[in-house]
């Protein structure tokens, strides 16, 4: 079981070794999360700019005055990383101390299982494909080996 932070475990299923983060965010705070993630030893970040609606997409409509209409996209980015099981929750916790306003709109955070995770240059697969130079596993390798 993974324990959180908070003390509580969560299990996750389908059960990987590997997850994949990703957080659709305010554009906004994207330099804040990245650098509080390099921080605590995330060295793989894939962002993307995207657009969507979700319960604020309305609340621009209405401002405007008119009805909600599902044109009117807002301008977000997905922030993508894929970390070891044990290491989720410590990037979940703080995408959402860096990223929250605590008003509408602040985006949301899906958890998607990875089957592996293969380096290109090497071939390498497994944790040996995950794992990078001056991460967080090379971070807390003294404390909690990988
Ligand atoms: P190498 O050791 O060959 O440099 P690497 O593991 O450091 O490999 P890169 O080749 O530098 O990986 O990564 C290429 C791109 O892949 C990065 O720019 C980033 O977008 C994405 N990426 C790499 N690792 C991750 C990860 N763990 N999570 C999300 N995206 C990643
Ligand atoms: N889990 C990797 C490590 O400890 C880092 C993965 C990442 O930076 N996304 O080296």
Request: glycine share 10%.
């Amino acid at each position: 079981p993974i324990v959180r932070a908070s003390g509580s475990s969560v299990d996750y299923l389908p059960d990987a070794n590997f997850y994949k983060v990703e957080a659709i965010l305010r554009p906004w705070r994207i330099q804040h999360v990245s650098s509080a993630l390099l921080k605590m030893g995330i060295r793989g970040v894939t962002v993307s700019d995207v657009r969507g609606f979700g319960a604020q997409g309305g609340l621009t409509e209405r401002q405007a005055g008119s009805e909600f209409s599902e044109d009117k996209f807002v301008a977000k980015v997905k922030m993508e990383i894929v970390v070891s099981k044990d290491q989720v929750e410590a990037v979940i916790e703080k995408i959402i101390e860096v990223a929250r306003t605590g008003e509408i709109g602040d985006g949301k955070i899906f958890l998607v299982p990875v089957a592996d995770v293969i380096r290109v240059r090497t071939g390498e697969r497994g944790f040996s494909g995950e794992r990078m130079k001056g991460g967080r596993a090379d971070m807390f390798s003294n404390k909690s080996p990988a």
